[in-house]
């Protein structure tokens, strides 16, 4: 299973060509598994909203790799304990390549309280609202419940940081359609292989065109 995942990391972040070829050899949900490992970044978080204003020093720092645009300084996994302190939207189950072996990956999905109250009120994140995933891989028992697959290992997280009116788009090829977008594998939290979000995302989040890109189907409580 872990191999799997990895395999689908290694596909996605070798964006979607290679995404779209595994799924004609019908390994589609190790493919869909990748490519969700995206965290949303945190803009509302102390941390986001002094982004603008971030000394070249911790520019670096949160740019990772000398190649970034400054507009990147935004996007990365966020410091908080975002699994305790933030509102879980969703979870999606991907199932294993045999169904006997139940879930293959856990994706949960997270968002600020405050992100989740004005998506209530006006229908639509506001500008900086973070949305993190974490692609969890499983481990599957037959517990007294009966067959069971929880959350083990984490595979990576997936970031979108919500800007509205694209003043990032340009400055990097990680904003646009109004978000910054990016994955970083495993436990990594600032440095992510993302390199260009029309490769690497646009192609599975079209589909969500209609609710801002994304799969709002899934978290009950934004309904
Ligand atoms: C293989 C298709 C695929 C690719 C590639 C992909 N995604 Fe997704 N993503 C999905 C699907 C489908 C969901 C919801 C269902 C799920 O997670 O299983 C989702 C959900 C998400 C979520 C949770 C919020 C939402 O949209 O519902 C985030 C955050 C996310 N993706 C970020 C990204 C980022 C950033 C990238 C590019 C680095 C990316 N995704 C690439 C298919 C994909």
Redesign the pocket.
Known sequence: MNRDFVAGAVI?AAG?VG?LAL?SMGG?DM??????????ADSMSPDTMSGDTMSPDVMAQHSGSGDQAEGDARLYVPSVNYRRDWVQ?GT?S?QADDPEDGAG?F?V?YAERAAVEAYLKDGIFPDGAT???D?FATKTEDLTTGRASYADKLAGR???VKDGDNSEAGSSPLWGDG?G???YEGEEMQK?V?TN?VN??????Q??ADTD????Q??PILK
Not at 31 to 40: G, H, I, L, N
Not at 200 to 205: A, F, I, K, R, V
Not at 213 to 216: I, P, S
Request: hydrophobic share 60%; net charge negative; glycine share 4%.
């Open positions: 996605a979607l995404l799924a589609s493919a869909v598994t990748a490519a969700e490992d995206a965290m949303m939207l999606f991907l990956e994706h999905v949305l993190v995933k692609v997936f970031v979108m978000w977008w990016a994955f992510t993302t979000y690497d995302c646009m192609g599975c989040h589909p969500a890109f994304l799969y709002v899934g978290y």
